[in-house]
């Protein structure tokens, strides 16, 4: 089992910056790719970036592109998401999640661990 604990949501201006953190407990934390995942209300769950095991890339979905990186840290066993340049349609539940096995992960099934989720809100 791997536990996850998402932090650092919050309220901010368009054009703002927050610093996602989720903290994973349990199995070798080096052994699982971490992805990020946000949910707006009314919509599906879109994948938005994901970092691969130690000592493997990342990659970021478009509409995130150059304003959000994704990064872990072994020595604390987190993954962080630095969010630039908010806008008020990146408001969403942001949701951390572990996984291994697939090359190219984006989709909700390519993960088997999930945190509770942080709220994001951007106002115009």
């Known amino acids: 089992q791997v536990q996850l604990v998402e932090s650092g949501g919050g309220l901010v201006q368009a054009g703002g910056s927050l610093r996602l953190s989720c903290a994973a407990s349990?199995?070798?934390?080096?052994?699982?790719?971490m992805g990020w995942f946000r949910q707006a209300p009314g919509k599906d769950r879109e994948f938005v970036a994901y970092v691969r095991r130690s000592g493997g890339g990342t990659y970021v979905t478009d509409s995130v592109k150059g304003r959000f990186t994704i990064s872990r840290d072994s020595a604390q066993n987190t993954v962080n998401l630095e969010m630039n340049s908010l806008k008020p349609e990146d408001t969403a539940v942001y949701y951390c999640?572990?996984?291994?096995?697939?090359?190219?992960?984006?989709?909700?099934?390519?993960?088997?661990?999930w945190g509770q989720g942080t709220q994001v809100t951007v106002s115009s």
């Open positions: 999640a572990a996984g291994r096995g697939v090359f190219h992960p984006t989709l909700d099934s390519d993960y088997d661990y």
């Open positions: 349990g199995r070798t934390f080096s052994d699982y790719t």
